[in-house]
């Protein structure tokens, strides 16, 4: 049982570059997301999806696009990188992403702009 | 709006004993709360939730935590600490009227535990 996973797992880039991290989920949810952690500020949401061919804006969803074309594929992706993008981001997803369900987390993409 | 606060930056307790991480939340509806395990270089893993049901709410690896709505409170404890508990917990709530369907995470907190 795969869950949620995330690819790649460490990335370099140049100031400028663009890439996008590969979310994938075998459970069916409705519900994916993406977000990034940085020291001392928990979680914090860039993009969520509630199914696909829907998507909105998070908390932090500045320099980020997404898409959700089929239900298993959420990826995230930086259009110009900048060394503010330097941090942690994690995949989840949720059967619906309503308050109560639980939402299961990938194991993280290591991001570091140069 | 919700928020939560965790009390603590980091916790360090002796093999054996007590744990006790605090959480405080701040929520305009009634919210679901959730505490979430992170060991280094991994994902979060669910160790247990609140959604309404019983206060008292029994998770993995033998933590609990309580849902108070007068102190509005989540506090995680656990009676016996083992070494394998060392990580860094997040308490998280998750407010029914947000629109956006987003969890709020705290800050964290870093549990140690000394031999």
């Known amino acids: 049982n795969a869950g949620v996973t995330q690819t790649p797992k460490f990335q370099v880039l140049k100031t400028g570059q663009s890439m996008t991290l590969q979310c994938a989920q075998d459970?069916?949810?409705?519900?994916m997301s993406w977000y990034r952690q940085d020291p001392g500020m928990g979680l914090r949401l860039i993009h969520y999806?509630?199914?696909?061919?829907?998507?909105d804006q998070g908390e932090v969803p500045n320099g980020y696009n997404v898409s959700r074309s089929t239900t298993e594929d959420f990826p995230l992706r930086l259009l110009s990188a900048a060394p503010s993008q330097t941090s942690v981001y994690f995949c989840?997803?949720?059967?619906?992403?309503?308050?109560?369900?639980?939402?299961?987390f990938g194991e993280g993409s290591w991001l570091t702009v140069v | 709006a919700q928020s939560v606060t965790q009390l603590d930056s980091h916790v360090s307790v002796s093999e054996g004993t007590p744990v006790l991480l605090r959480c405080n939340y701040s929520?305009?509806?009634?919210?679901?709360l959730f505490w979430y395990v992170q060991h280094p270089n991994k994902g979060l893993q669910l160790l247990l939730k609140?959604?309404?049901?019983?206060?008292l709410v029994k998770g993995i690896n033998g933590f609990e935590a309580e849902f108070k709505k007068s102190e509005t409170s989540f506090h995680l404890t656990k009676p016996s600490a083992h070494m394998s508990d060392a990580a860094e917990y997040f308490c998280?709530?998750?407010?029914?009227?947000?629109?956006?369907?987003?969890?709020?995470f705290g800050s964290g907190t870093r549990l140690q535990v000394q031999p």
């Open positions: 989840a997803s949720g059967e619906t992403g309503r308050s109560g369900n639980t939402i299961y």
């Open positions: 459970m069916n949810h409705e519900y």
């Open positions: 999806s509630v199914g696909a061919g829907i998507t």
């Open positions: 929520s305009s509806y009634s919210p679901s």
């Open positions: 609140y959604t309404s049901a019983a206060t």
């Open positions: 998280v709530v998750s407010d029914r009227g947000t629109g956006r369907r987003a969890l709020t």
